[in-house]
């Protein structure tokens, strides 16, 4: 059971942050995640008043405060139209409504769960994360970063010609993913985002340029086996490294087609 002995409804991020270097006390999102751990805080820290549960749109980005609950970032319009809906399919699988009504955006890209499909699908969008101290950083960077005391305050969306898809396994339809798989198709080339390997979310780019000159079935495969060659793959009780690395060729094949509008390649 989780127990708080102090809440605090901060007026500013400063003041969050303060707070937040103390290791008794514990920022909280949407307290999907906290609430099943076993866990005494001394003051738990609450920035819902200051504004950052929203999406907002610049002329050249989209910044996603860290407060925006995961369905909000699911059916957004502005993404949407944008985007394709990619980043939707990344979360529709996630528990239910309700728990997608309440879990962050903030918390899910900070923690940087080795299982998130939110850090799949952000990676191949090329997002960045806004943290107080540390600035704006590649989400890139920022998966390969250790843990520590900041916080996250928006995610940046730079808008660009882009194409996104989105494939994931799961034993079970609402289980975490066996496999995660975010293949985008932007103004720098074609890239695969894999997570659930078990580890973190990785990014690989086509730097053979395989898919330089136009997708094919062959060339789908060729890239698809690239990536999965690049990576390391590890096992736990949802699947074999072995049985990730093959799902992570099929994945990726099916979803560099799919780019191209083959989504009934039966491969
Ligand atoms: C049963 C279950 C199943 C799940 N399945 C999946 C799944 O299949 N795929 C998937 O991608 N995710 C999954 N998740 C994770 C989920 O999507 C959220 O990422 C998770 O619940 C955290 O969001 P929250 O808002 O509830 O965070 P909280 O529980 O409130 O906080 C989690 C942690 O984040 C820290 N934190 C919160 N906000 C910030 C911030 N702005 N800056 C810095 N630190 C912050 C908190 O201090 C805390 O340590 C699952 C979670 C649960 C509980």
Redesign the pocket.
Known sequence: MISIEEYKIVESIEEAYELNQSKSN???????????QDKSIHTAID?SNLGLDTIEEYDDCFKIG?MTS?RTLETDKKLLQHFGDGVSESLC???GVQFRN???V???V??K?P????VTALLALDAEVELYKKGVIPLQEFVKMPLDR???VRIILKKQAIKMKYLSLRNSYTD??VLAVAVAQTENGIHASVGARPQRAELVKDHHNILTKGITRENAREFANFVANSLTFGTNTRGSAEYRKHLCKVLVARGILALNGDEKNED
Do not use: E, N, R
């Open positions: 514990q920022l909280i999102g949407g307290m999907c995640w906290m609430k099943m920035i860290a995961l699988h996630i528990v309440c879990a962050t903030g918390a899910s900070f923690m769960f299982f998130s499909d939110v900041d916080i996250l975490f993913p």
